[in-house]
């Protein structure tokens, strides 16, 4: 029960991997908030079937507005926010798409939420973090960055942005004694993976035969690295990329 008595956001908590760090958290002891555009509050549901203190809201983090009601919410329902997982993020509804083919429009609704999302709801936490000097802010990018990957250009460019928005965040925020960090999963069988077939032929064979580790990845072989770095145990850590990946990526 290392979060005993914390606060935390997750982003995207509807299904699969938000659910899954929720679910971490909440077993660590902390009262999560599950936000996301549907799903949310079906989540939390069913985490406070299992004795958990969860509450669930739609939340788009693209909108000013709606991302400032998410932590005003939580702030009532359970205090401050004392942990952030930015893990709302538009990635497997994606189709692989040469980049001449990208419209402005799909750059500005993948940017929109991967990239502007992480900024609104990095800014909205940081007033009551500073006040507190305790703050854990934890970003999820993608292993795709470090690599390159071809036809998913916006994508790749939005987790690469919120890579150097983490470094850059760690150096603003450290003198409150705020950590920010990021954890990088490579490709994982989460629901909304496993639902798009044309995606998951394309990058599930190639992600095994890329790691040391030579297995599918599952969400639950990302939530320690995410609960870590929520807890006082990550207390002097921040600014880094924890890829989380099967020995994929070295950097």
Known sequence: ???????????GAGTGLGFAFAKKLALDGANVVLADLKGAKEAAAALATEGHRAFGLRADVSSEESVSAMVSAAAQRFGAVDILVNNAAVSATLKLTPFEELTVTEWQHVLGVNTVGVFLCCRAVAPSMRRKKYGRIINVTSGTAFKGAPFLMHYIASKGA??????????????????????SPGYTLSEG?????SFLAAQREAAISSRALPRDAYPDDLVGAVAFLASDDAAFITGQILAVDGGSVYH
């Open 1 to 11: 029960m290392r979060l005993q008595g914390k606060t935390a956001i997750v982003t």
């Open 162 to 183: 919120v890579m150097s928005m983490t470094r850059s965040l760690a150096r603003e925020l450290g003198g409150d004694s705020i950590t920010v960090n990021a954890v």
């Open 193 to 197: 993976n496993l639902a798009n077939a």
